[in-house]
């Protein structure tokens, strides 16, 4: 029997993410309800601070995706509140949101990730800042928001022509890495324990933002069908991480693996310190595999927080 609390759940906001942020939050909140809680639903307007206040919670889930539930500037709102909360606190939240800032954090201690260069999107009109294949994505958004894959045989042009649809005409900076072919890996990671490797295999295209919250667009195999060693490895590299960036609760760490090349093949690509909780996310998934219902992950979510 749990104990009842006052949880209060922060989703919506305004980031790009908002409408997936909306679907988990809901879901979390269900959940806790079920579960004896008394619940309330904020969806996130500059007001957060007030309802919080006279919320007045023992404990905030923050159901949030993207800036600024994910960047540090909610949690650190929360910190000067006084108020305990789910999932990553400020400093881990704006190293892991920022993908090169991340890599300056983990390579060093051994995690192989893709090299990787800041350029400005200006210049992609003039020249090709690596050889191609090459993939663009923003510096700091989430679920492969603005992520492009430049190929030789695409019709982007030689260099990016201006008009060309893209994330170059969105964000004045990009982050350029070599493109890795091969098999698109997750490993979810629950406190101090690493759930379960899953292949995730689009039915077209790349695992892009439609891919992960689309039904029927991409097919889950969890357990990944990988060699066991492959398997151990991705899940000892995506715990190193959580522990190495100070996340609590509960993070998702998403690969590569270049199925040629064996172990050298493997590329950790990010570290997710506020992965999705909607009937298509990940994390849920791999609880269930290892016996964990959806509300028993809410519940031991809520534990670590308190």
Same mark, same amino acid.
């Given at each position: ?29 269900? %959940? ?10 904020? &969806? ?53 949101? &920022? ?13 192989? *990730? #893709? ?17 191609? /294949?090459?993939?663009?994505? /923003? ?8 992520? %492009? ?9 030689? /260099? ?17 890495? /070599?493109?890795? +072919? ?5 490993? =979810? ?37 990988? #060699?066991?060693?492959?398997? +151990?490895?991705?899940?000892? *590299?995506?715990?190193? %991480? ?5 996340? +609590? ?6 690969? +590569? ?6 172990? =050298? ?9 506020? #992965?999705? *909780? ?29």
């Amino acid at each position: 029997m749990t104990t009842p609390l006052h949880v209060a759940v922060l989703m919506g906001g305004w980031s790009a993410e908002r409408e997936v942020s909306l679907t988990s939050g809901n879901g979390v909140a269900d %959940a806790l309800e079920t579960l004896g809680h008394k619940v309330t639903r904020i &969806d996130m307007g500059r007001d957060v601070a007030l309802r919080l206040a006279e919320a007045k919670p023992d404990v905030v889930f923050n159901a949030l995706h993207g800036t600024p539930g994910e960047d540090g500037t909610v949690q650190g709102m929360l910190d000067l509140m006084g108020l305990k909360y789910t999932h990553s606190g400020l400093t881990t939240s704006v190293i892991a949101i &920022d993908k090169q800032l991340t890599k300056q954090a983990l390579v060093p201690h051994g995690i192989r *990730m #893709p090299l990787g260069t800041v350029v400005k999107s200006e210049s992609l009109h003039d020249r090709d800042p690596i050889p191609r /294949p090459y993939v663009l994505k /923003p510096i700091n958004e989430g679920s492969s928001v603005g992520v %492009a894959i430049v190929t030789e045989s695409g019709n982007c042009g030689h /260099p990016i022509a201006r008009d060309a649809h893209g994330p170059w005409q969105v964000f004045e900076t990009l982050l350029a890495e /070599p493109f890795i +072919r091969g098999r698109e890996l997750t490993v =979810a990671v629950l406190g101090d324990r690493a759930l379960a490797v899953t292949e995730l295999v689009p039915n077209s295209g790349f695992y892009d933002y439609e891919a992960k919250y689309t039904d029927g667009l991409t097919t889950h195999i969890c357990p990944a069908e990988i #060699p066991d060693h492959i398997a +151990r490895t991705a899940m000892q *590299m995506a715990l190193d %991480a959580h522990h190495l960036l100070g996340c +609590r609760g509960t993070s998702r760490s998403d690969f +590569r693996w270049d199925d040629e090349r064996g172990e =050298a093949g493997l590329y950790l690509l990010e570290v997710n310190t506020q #992965p999705g *909780m909607t009937p298509l996310s990940l994390v849920p998934e791999q609880a269930r595999y290892i016996g964990m219902s959806y509300a028993e992950l809410v519940q031991a979510i809520i534990e670590e927080a308190l």
